[in-house]
């Protein structure tokens, strides 16, 4: 057995910041990371083009990392249970490290890793919780159980200390020649294209993959729109927002490096404005790390809602409402610029998640569900525990002390696109319409869009008081 240890990538493609690489360095010089694409995962129905197309970057970037450092990453294409171990026997590998994750389907997974590598008498290191400031098993309330609310677990969180950035892996040892022959038989250091895989995004990545471009991304939203945050973080024609979450899905930055990020903004703070954006954005960091802690904690939101009242809600899935609402087609300005920004580009404002989460739900009163997989197949930054958080909290059936809350679409326009820049931006049939119609929420004459644009699949008052019948009467039975 010689002194190499196999890496094993999976949420964390990148070298900095990694504290899973910092300690298999610690052990050894020797290390060679491994990405399995896998079959269990790539097959599943919920997985978006464009997704796969910024993963690919990233696991380019990442080869160049280890290329530059001295050592190779070899990418597998079957089922890590099988791959993992027998690639790590054919290196003689001493160890496998790799990061733990929150996500049932993983934990599940690197179980039956662990006990594979058991059976080949190979060591292995998985506590290290690389994506999280703090792991699940660190913040509980008093009575030593998880939060199931966001404030409190905020108000506990934020008093815990935060580890700075850990020392950029650099000059690991070369492998042998023995050592080279024997990967590439054993893994592959060609990686296929989106493509290759069945994956057909077309469009230009609206965000660009890889370590280098994350941190210039955090880079240029550290010198400016940080500092307004509070403000414009909520208006989908202003870039206003961080844009990271894609980064953060596939761990191309650390979450150490962005923490100490917001630290040396309040240092250079000067005004209690200013403070304020940047402790909102830390807010919504810890909102990251609050629905990762439920995912881990109670793995059943994965297949259902947390509330009982919605757990056999009478949803009404109109298939053909369903339709609409994704192809951007209600009705509803504001509801289907977002969907289409969606559908174009694979991504979406937060605000607009909001918006269209609320529409599908409490308008069209369908399960949520069906909105949580589209935004799946479509969204670059599409993160289990995230948007399944998001969507109960929108839909009221997830861990929220506010039981119903229903987004008004031409109220919410009137707040956050008031000159209707964004609707005109994704809608080019109404760049020419009134903003009377675009934001008031007042249904226009018949044609008045033009033939073109759909006149409102439902009316937002009558479907509201019918949500709330619903509601009402499944409390009863409940």
């Not at 993992?84 to 993983?106: C, G, Q, R």
Request: proline share 5%; net charge negative.
């Amino acid at each position: 057995m010689s002194d190499l240890i196999l890496f094993w990538h999976r949420r964390d493609l990148r070298i900095s910041d990694h504290t899973g690489l910092a300690a298999a360095r610690e052990k050894s010089a020797k290390i060679v990371g491994v990405f399995c694409l896998d079959p269990q995962i790539l097959q599943g129905d919920d997985i978006a083009p464009v997704r796969v197309e910024y993963m690919i970057g990233c696991l380019q970037s990442l080869q160049e990392r280890y290329q530059q450092a001295g050592s190779q990453l070899l990418i597998l294409q079957n089922d890590p249970v099988i791959a993992i171990p027998k690639l790590a026997t054919a290196l003689k590998a001493k160890a496998v490290f790799w990061n733990w994750d929150v996500e049932p389907y993983s934990q599940t997974r690197d179980l039956a890793v662990v006990e594979a590598l058991k059976t080949q008498g190979i060591e292995f290191l998985n506590d290290n919780w690389d994506q999280l400031l703090h792991s699940p098993t660190e913040i509980f309330s008093g009575a030593k159980t998880p939060y199931t609310v966001y404030t409190p677990f905020w108000k506990n969180w934020i008093t815990k200390s935060k580890a700075k950035p850990v020392k950029t892996l650099a000059n690991l040892e070369n492998l042998t020649a023995e050592e080279q022959e024997i990967s590439q038989l054993t893994g592959n250091i060609n990686l296929p294209s989106a493509a290759d895989l069945g994956f057909i995004w077309d469009a230009q990545l609206i965000i660009s993959p890889g370590e280098l471009a994350a941190q210039e991304k955090l880079d240029n939203f550290a010198k400016s729109a940080i500092n307004e945050y509070q403000e414009q973080r909520n208006f989908p024609a202003i870039d206003g927002t961080s844009q990271l979450s894609a980064a953060l899905k596939f761990g191309v930055i650390g979450i150490r490096t962005i923490w100490q990020t917001t630290i040396e903004a309040l240092e250079n703070s000067n005004s209690e404005e200013v403070n304020a954006s940047i402790q909102t954005w830390q807010k919504e960091l810890a909102w990251r790390e609050f629905y990762q802690h439920a995912m881990y904690h109670f793995p059943e939101l994965a297949k259902g809602a947390y509330r009982d009242t919605f757990k056999t809600f009478p949803w009404q899935n109109n298939e053909k409402y369903f339709q609409a609402w994704c192809e951007g087609k209600t009705g509803y300005p504001i509801v289907d610029a977002a969907m289409r920004q969606l559908n174009e580009t694979g991504w979406m404002h937060n605000r607009c998640r909001m918006i269209v989460a609320s529409f599908l739900t409490k308008d069209l009163i369908i399960n949520p569900q069906w909105g949580e997989k589209y935004f799946m197949q479509k969204l670059i930054d599409g993160d289990l525990s995230a948007n399944n958080g998001g969507w109960q909290w929108s839909a009221s059936s997830g861990m929220d002390p506010q039981p119903l809350r229903i987004f008004n679409p031409a109220s919410q326009t009137q707040k956050f696109d008031a000159e209707a820049e964004y609707i005109r931006q994704w809608i080019p049939e109404l760049r020419y319409v009134s903003p009377e119609y675009l934001v008031t929420g007042k249904i226009p004459p018949l044609d008045f869009y033009g033939t073109n644009y759909p006149q409102p699949i439902v009316d937002h008052k009558q479907q509201q008081a019918l949500f709330k019948q619903l509601y009402q009467q499944q409390k009863t039975i409940v």
